[in-house]
């Protein structure tokens, strides 16, 4: 069974710094491309970030591009997030997501997220 | 960034009756169109990839159509589980979601 655990989440100041971890089993996780996905609650979800099964490929969001950093360990079945110089614009749940297997690009499992709150 | 418009923002509709929701990339995405539905409380759950292929275990009464620009999720008769927020994404560069269609009972 395909398990994606997110942790790291919490309230943090404007300016702060916060990391979050995905913790993955349950399926061969040097294969498919990882993502950080984050919803505010009562709006669509937003593409936050992504990382290929060698870290090759890196993208991000306008809205996060220069503060946030995707990396992962594959020999820790873990991705991470290190989010820099937060907003209050970035409160949000954070998903961690799986891409399809095989170079496919869409998300075939999600996490249940963790909730980042930027406030002073 | 490819934007990804869905329309409407909420449609009202009936057990049994059928839904139609539309979704428009600004630019071409070839087949590279999922769509994915989800319910308070809950994360997304995958429904259609490849525009038009229902995801394992997703029952046939939901359908996905388009190619290029233009796609479309229909739901020949809607079953009280099917009321919930239904979103669009691309992946054909990178990834972006539409803004969500709210299917609620008329």
């Known amino acids: 069974e395909v398990q994606l655990v997110e942790s790291g989440g919490g309230l943090v100041q404007p300016g702060r710094s916060l990391r979050l971890s995905c913790a993955a089993s349950?399926?061969?996780?040097?294969?498919?491309?990882m993502h950080w996905v984050r919803q505010v609650p009562g709006k669509g979800p937003e593409w936050v970030s992504g990382?290929?099964?060698?870290?090759?490929?890196?993208g991000y969001a306008e809205s996060v591009k220069g503060r946030f950093t995707v990396s992962r360990d594959n020999a820790k079945n873990s991705l991470y997030l290190q989010m820099n110089s937060l907003r209050p614009e970035d409160t949000a749940l954070y998903y961690c997501v799986k891409q399809k297997q095989g170079g496919v690009g869409y998300f075939d499992y999600w996490g249940q997220g963790s909730l980042v709150t930027v406030s002073s | 960034e490819i934007v990804m418009t869905q329309s409407p923002a909420t449609l009202s509709a009936s057990p049994g009756e059928r839904a139609t929701l539309s979704c428009r990339a600004s630019q071409s995405v070839d087949t590279k169109l999922a769509w994915y539905q989800q319910k308070p409380g809950q994360a997304p759950r995958l429904l259609i990839y490849?525009?038009?292929t229902r995801a394992t275990g997703i029952p046939a009464r939901f359908s996905g159509s388009g190619s290029g620009t233009e796609f479309t999720l229909t739901i020949t008769s809607l079953q009280s589980e099917d009321f919930a927020v239904y979103y669009c994404q691309q992946y054909s560069y990178w990834r972006t979601f539409g803004q969500g269609t709210k299917v609620e009972v008329k």
């Open positions: 349950g399926f061969k996780f040097d294969d498919p491309g």
């Open positions: 990382i290929s099964w060698d870290s090759v490929n890196i």
């Open positions: 490849g525009a038009s």
